[in-house]
């Protein structure tokens, strides 16, 4: 199995509110959530599928070939409001996203998404953007380095490793994971290595993709073309992750945000999306056994007023 999709019910479950509508998976990965999104919509639906990642996208194209109500784009989905002009289309009845990366890029030793193979230093899901993580690490200020791992990954061994690492590039570039995992390996106490080896490897990722600014892009385009009654729904793995999707609903959800002491409201706020998840939904027991990989997903949903 290339991917296991999360939540898989709960997703078709809160997403689905017309079975003829418009729907969005801004991160179709290899179509595990669409496909089974798929069989509950009716012929005359159409599921428009983004993937920064070509070989995700590449997927999906020969797997959705014969389906006519499919259409893909190898986009950030920062661009939904555009790719939805693009498809002549006014409005989505529903926006999905299962944020992070696939089990295929997490298992693939060449895209180099994993410290547990050697690899090139990489982290790009886009390999057409500009900057790499060995090039984030060879060339970025050693105080640039400390606030990446320390924000994107709270890894509290920040300063230790950003200074070992600009001293390192003295004498040899970095180039692969495993330069990385050396320094890291040489700083940390065995016990906590693997979980310090994730925080840097996913901080890294995170910047070198720009995840957080995307994400919250991606809520307000997909909150501008969201018809009434539509669904978002959001899949997340990492807190930071979390805790933009959750403030952006509450935010959306405010009526007024006048300081209690204003006599009246003159912030003209706009209340835009109704929270339909009060709690996180989280995969059951039963799932995460089958699924390790799920244990961290946290689902969000919100309705479009
Ligand atoms: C967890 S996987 C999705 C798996 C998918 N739901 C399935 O069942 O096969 C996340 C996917 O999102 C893609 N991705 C991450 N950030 C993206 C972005 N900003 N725009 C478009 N795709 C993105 C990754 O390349 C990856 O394929």
Do not use: W
């Not at 003829?20 to 599928?49: C, P, Q, R």
């Not at 890029?105 to 057409?128: H, S």
């Not at 984030?136 to 050693?142: A, D, I, K, T």
Request: charged content about 30%; proline content about 3%.
């Amino acid at each position: 199995m290339i991917h296991t999709p999360v939540l898989l019910k709960e997703s078709i479950d809160y997403l689905i509110t017309d079975k003829s509508g418009v729907y969005a998976d801004g991160t179709i990965g290899f179509g595990g959530h669409a496909e089974k999104f798929l069989e509950i919509l009716n012929d005359d639906a159409t599921l428009i599928g983004c993937d920064v990642d070509k070989t995700a996208f590449d997927f999906c194209k020969n797997k959705f070939q014969n389906d006519k109500r499919v259409r893909l784009y190898n986009y950030n989905f920062d661009k939904i409001d555009f790719v939805l002009k693009v498809e002549g289309e006014k409005k989505l009845t529903g926006a999905f996203a299962d944020l992070g990366v696939s089990s295929f890029q997490l298992d693939n030793k060449e895209v180099g998404f994993t410290f547990r193979e050697d690899a090139p230093l990489d982290l790009r899901m886009d390999k057409t953007k500009p900057i790499n993580a060995a090039d984030v690490l060879n060339s970025f200020e050693e105080e640039d380095l400390v606030k990446i791992f320390y924000d994107f990954g709270e890894e509290f061994n920040s300063k230790k490793i950003a200074k070992r690492i600009v001293e390192k590039r003295g004498t040899k570039k970095f180039t692969s994971t495993k330069d990385l995992y050396q320094v890291i390996e040489e700083l940390t106490p065995p016990n906590f290595l693997r979980k310090s080896l994730s925080r840097v490897f996913q901080a890294l990722r995170i910047y070198v993709n720009n995840e957080l600014d995307v994400l919250k892009t991606f809520l307000n385009n997909a909150t501008d073309v969201l018809d009434t009654g539509g669904r978002i729904v959001i899949i997340s793995y990492h807190s930071l992750e979390d805790r933009i999707v959750k403030d952006f609903f509450k935010y959306q959800s405010l009526e007024c945000v006048c300081p209690s002491e204003f006599p009246i409201c003159v912030c003209d706020k706009e209340r835009r999306l109704k929270i339909i998840t009060k709690r996180i939904v989280t995969p059951s027991d039963e799932e995460v056994k089958i699924n390790y990989r799920a244990r961290s997903a946290k689902m969000r949903v919100a309705e479009k007023l």
